[in-house]
């Protein structure tokens, strides 16, 4: 099955930890972002990667940092500096490559809590 | 000022009602206007999208755009309970960075049987 696979569902951090969250797609898509979801609030854009090998900040990076080595991934690392992590994460996928109509397509979550 | 403004909600209807959910922009620019459906502790999926003014009707879902207002709708017919969840408007403008939309903070639906 095609699609975007996102882990772990649930993790737990500790004040002062790093961690990474999963991000895969085998859409074969070349747009990836990542999206920040607090209760009550709509999405807001972390970072997000039109190719390999390159990436943007969106309208919070601060605290997080991305990788982008292959077509596939998208890791995000939420670093000690980020202040209130707890939140859902979202990663999505795009085809790119300034198509007309770039919808996106979201993988399941990761519910992070800072313990 | 938000370049996205969702009605917040939530909204409460019994099944079998027409809910209307609505969106408002304030960059002419965007051109593409999308419609997600989020159930609740889900990732959100697309549910249409529209290109420009006009209406679009897929079963019992229509997205409507006027542009010259700068305000969408998403209308849902004979709502059934299926269709409790929150709903995501977004948009984009043409050929810019490639998929990066701008998103409404969503409105909550809750369909009662």
């Known amino acids: 099955d095609g699609g975007i696979t996102q882990s772990p569902k649930y993790l737990f951090r500790k004040e002062g930890q790093n961690v990474t969250l999963s991000c895969e797609q085998n859409?074969?898509?070349?747009?990836m972002y990542w999206y920040r979801q607090d209760p009550g609030q709509g999405l807001r854009l972390i970072y997000y990667?039109?190719?390999?090998?390159?990436?943007q900040k969106g309208d919070i990076a601060e605290g997080y940092s991305v990788s982008r080595e292959k077509k596939e991934s998208f890791p995000l690392t939420v670093t000690s500096a980020q202040k209130n992590p707890t939140a859902f994460y979202l990663c999505?996928?795009?085809?790119?490559?300034?198509?007309?109509?770039?919808?996106?397509?979201f993988g399941p979550g990761t519910r992070l809590t800072v313990l | 000022q938000k370049e996205v403004e969702q009605d917040p909600g939530p909204l409460s209807v019994p099944e079998g009602a027409i809910v209307s959910l609505n969106c408002t922009y304030s960059n002419s620019a965007f051109q593409y206007f999308m419609w997600y459906r989020q159930y609740s502790r889900k990732g959100p999926e697309l549910l249409m999208y529209?290109?420009?003014?006009g209406n679009k009707e897929d079963g019992r879902f229509t997205a409507q755009v006027d542009k010259s207002s700068k305000y969408i709708s998403l209308f849902i017919r004979d709502s059934q309970p299926s269709d409790s969840a929150t709903y995501l408007c977004a948009m984009s403008a043409y050929n810019t960075n490639a998929g990066k939309s701008t998103f409404g903070d969503g409105t909550t639906l809750t369909v009662k049987p």
């Open positions: 859409l074969n898509h070349d747009a």
């Open positions: 990667s039109q190719i390999v090998n390159d990436f």
């Open positions: 999505a996928s795009s085809i790119g490559r300034r198509t007309s109509t770039d919808t996106q397509y």
């Open positions: 529209t290109y420009s003014s």
